[in-house]
C-alpha cells in the first residue's frame, strides 16, 4: 500500500519557519518527490521538487531563496525548510512522489501519489 504521510504544519508569523516532512512508503520512488500547495479556490501550484539522483533541486519562483527541499533516499523522505514565511505561503502543503521517472516535474499531473497534506498558515 502506497502511502505518504505530511507532518510539521501549523501556524507562524511573518518572518517564521517551518519545517514539512513527508514519509513515503509502500514503492521505490525512483522518480521525482516534490511539494505543492493548495488555497480554497486556486490550483494546486508546484512548490518545490528533488530528483533521487543526483538530488538537483528546483523551486518556484515565489518561494526560492528561502525554502529548502532535501531528501533521504534511504529512508524515503523528504523535508522542506521554509524560512521567512510570508501571508501569502498559507496554503495546504502536499507531498507528492512518482514511483518511475517523469520530467514534468512542475506538473501536479506527473504525480500520481499524494499525501493527505498538512496546514500552514501565515498570520500576524
Known amino acids: 500500500q502506497v502511502q505518504l504521510v505530511e507532518t510539521g504544519g501549523g501556524t507562524v508569523q511573518p518572518g517564521g519557519s517551518l519545517r514539512l516532512s513527508c514519509a513515503a512508503s509502500g514503492l521505490p520512488f525512483s522518480g521525482y518527490m516534490g511539494w505543492f500547495r493548495q488555497v480554497p479556490g486556486k490550483e494546486r501550484e508546484f512548490v518545490s521538487a528533488i530528483n533521487r539522483s543526483p538530488g538537483s533541486t528546483y523551486y518556484a519562483n515565489s518561494v526560492k531563496g528561502r525554502f529548502t527541499i532535501s531528501r533521504d533516499n534511504a529512508k524515503n523522505t523528504i523535508d522542506l525548510q521554509m524560512i521567512s514565511l510570508k501571508l501569502e505561503d498559507t496554503a495546504v502543503y502536499y507531498c507528492?512522489?512518482?514511483?518511475?521517472?517523469?520530467?514534468?516535474?512542475?506538473?501536479?499531473?506527473?504525480?500520481?501519489?499524494w499525501g493527505q497534506g498538512t496546514q500552514v498558515t501565515v498570520s500576524s
Open positions: 507528492a512522489a512518482q514511483s518511475s521517472f517523469n520530467a514534468a516535474y512542475m506538473s501536479k499531473n506527473a504525480y500520481p501519489y
